[in-house]
């Protein structure tokens, strides 16, 4: 906990800045209100590189490294493999949004579990900061639904408007709960053992 703590008010200060800046209509380049959020500048995503180095020294450098930096990365791009496979099969069978969310969700934990296999105490600091991350936003998520806000947060693609005929709750449950506490839990605990497995390799530290 107090690995992640200072990194974890970062990125709630950061979704809290998305937030407000979608809702009081700055600049689409900095915060895009589209759905899935248009690639903007201002988003926790890009803090994932940033922590997964930060988390992997700080680890090494207080004895919870790993000895085999390479073997934690290919079991992390294996994660990406699966769930590159998964998508490709479920866009072959023609599922539905529903169906391909509770596949990701499936595979989200065959990812993550590949990557906690390859360095234990990094997976564990993910999986911990990953969720500290995530909560926030399904929270801001639900808010942003019941109110109809407009943001990033609650709109949806074209081609998945059928969602907004749901009720609240259920509309937050598929787009909100779902992915936030499973794919995009997989993303951060993936991505940030690549990256920080890289680090590791370039940098060699030594535990302190």
């Given at each position: 906990?107090?690995?992640?703590?200072?990194?974890?008010?970062?990125?709630?200060?950061?979704?809290?800045?998305?937030?407000?800046?979608?809702r009081l209509g700055w600049?689409?380049?900095?915060?895009?209100?589209?759905?899935?959020?248009?690639?903007?500048?201002?988003?926790?995503?890009?803090?994932?590189?940033?922590?997964?180095?930060?988390?992997?020294?700080?680890?090494?450098?207080?004895?919870?490294?790993?000895?085999?930096?390479?073997?934690?990365?290919?079991?992390?791009?294996?994660?990406?493999?699966?769930?590159?496979?998964?998508?490709?099969?479920?866009?072959?069978?023609?599922?539905?949004?529903?169906?391909?969310?509770?596949?990701?969700?499936?595979?989200?934990?065959?990812?993550?579990?590949?990557?906690?296999?390859?360095?234990?105490?990094?997976?564990?600091?993910?999986?911990?900061?990953?969720?500290?991350?995530?909560?926030?936003?399904?929270?801001?998520?639900?808010?942003?639904?019941?109110?109809?806000?407009?943001?990033?947060?609650?709109?949806?693609?074209p081609e998945a408007q059928?969602?907004?005929?749901?009720?609240?709750?259920?509309?937050?449950?598929?787009?909100?709960?779902?992915?936030?506490?499973?794919?995009?839990?997989?993303?951060?605990?993936?991505?940030?053992?690549?990256?920080?497995?890289?680090?590791?390799?370039?940098?060699?530290?030594?535990?302190?």
């Amino acid at each position: 906990m107090q690995l992640i703590l200072v990194p974890a008010i970062v990125t709630l200060v950061v979704t809290l800045v998305r937030l407000a800046g979608e809702r009081l209509g700055w600049s689409k380049l900095l915060f895009n209100p589209a759905a899935g959020g248009g690639f903007a500048i201002v988003g926790i995503a890009w803090l994932v590189p940033i922590f997964g180095v930060y988390f992997a020294l700080r680890l090494a450098r207080r004895g919870e490294g790993t000895d085999h930096p390479w073997r934690a990365l290919g079991l992390a791009v294996l994660g990406i493999v699966v769930a590159i496979v998964a998508g490709i099969g479920a866009n072959a069978l023609h599922f539905g949004l529903r169906r391909q969310l509770l596949t990701f969700a499936v595979v989200s934990v065959v990812a993550v579990a590949l990557s906690w296999w390859g360095w234990p105490a990094l997976g564990r600091t993910l999986v911990a900061y990953g969720l500290a991350a995530r909560i926030p936003v399904a929270a801001v998520m639900l808010f942003a639904i019941l109110g109809n806000w407009g943001t990033h947060y609650d709109v949806v693609a074209p081609e998945a408007q059928y969602l907004n005929q749901m009720a609240p709750l259920m509309k937050w449950f598929w787009i909100g709960l779902v992915p936030q506490m499973t794919a995009w839990i997989m993303f951060t605990v993936v991505f940030g053992t690549i990256l920080g497995a890289l680090a590791v390799v370039l940098v060699k530290p030594r535990p302190a």
